[in-house]
């Protein structure tokens, strides 16, 4: 069956530290990959997506994710974290040849101190 | 532009009545997406449109919940006999086709009483 793991519900970093948030799936086929935010009281916002081009994929607000077809991961990163970060992430997969229906993970929440 | 809306914000509703949830989709996207959000879990995939037709509505809990785009636009999800396992936020997200990247709303939050 096809999912998605991600590492760590809660994640604390001191603003100006690297962020990593760990996203691993589960799938016999290529899957597309998706970054997905939530501030609070508010719908999902797109951080990022792999397609299949690029496996280095750069994304808004300075993140960026990695997919390695080897370890079937898809981690965020960002160099330096800033207060306005704080938020839920969420990392999410669909399939070609699927309806593009999204199966997401449970998502992490980031917490950035001063 | 527009991004995709949803109606209302919140409802709150007795046990055993009938809600109906609305998206407005982005102009111009034909893939439509429900989903449901429980506290502190991901998304999860609800019914797929495209157009006008239900082309996978494999994540519907029961028949108690159906989904309707007459005109390949707006949409409704429509709960008969509300339960309280039913509370959640039902979000919709539209695309401009499918399997490209999916826009959401904002989010509807159902609390049955």
């Known amino acids: 069956a096809q999912s998605v793991t991600q590492l760590g519900s809660h994640v604390s970093v001191s603003e100006g530290a690297l962020v990593l948030l760990r996203c691993n799936y589960s799938s016999s086929v290529p899957p597309y990959l998706f970054w997905y935010v939530q501030y609070p009281n508010q719908g999902l916002q797109l951080l990022l997506k792999?397609?299949?081009?690029?496996?280095l994929v750069k994304g808004i607000n300075g993140f960026e994710a990695e997919f390695k077809k080897s370890e079937t991961s898809f981690h965020l990163t960002k160099p330096s974290a800033h207060m306005s970060d704080a938020a839920e992430y969420f990392c999410a997969v669909s399939f070609s040849g699927n309806t593009g229906k999204l199966i997401f993970g449970q998502g992490t929440t980031l917490q950035v101190k001063p | 532009g527009a991004g995709v809306s949803q109606t209302p914000s919140n409802k709150v509703t007795e046990k055993g009545k009938y809600v109906e949830l609305r998206c407005d989709p982005i102009s111009g996207h034909t893939a439509l997406y429900w989903y449901r959000q429980s506290l502190g879990q991901g998304p999860e995939f609800l019914i797929y449109f495209q157009g006008t037709g239900a082309a996978d509505d494999s994540g519907l809990p029961n028949d108690r919940f159906f989904a309707v785009r007459p005109e390949g636009s707006v949409s409704t999800l429509k709960i008969q006999r509300t339960e309280r396992g039913d509370s959640a936020v039902y979000l919709c997200?539209?695309?401009?086709?499918?399997?490209?990247?999916?826009?959401f709303g904002p989010g509807t939050r159902l609390t049955v009483t």
């Open positions: 792999y397609t299949s081009a690029a496996t």
């Open positions: 997200a539209s695309s401009p086709a499918q399997g490209r990247e999916q826009y």
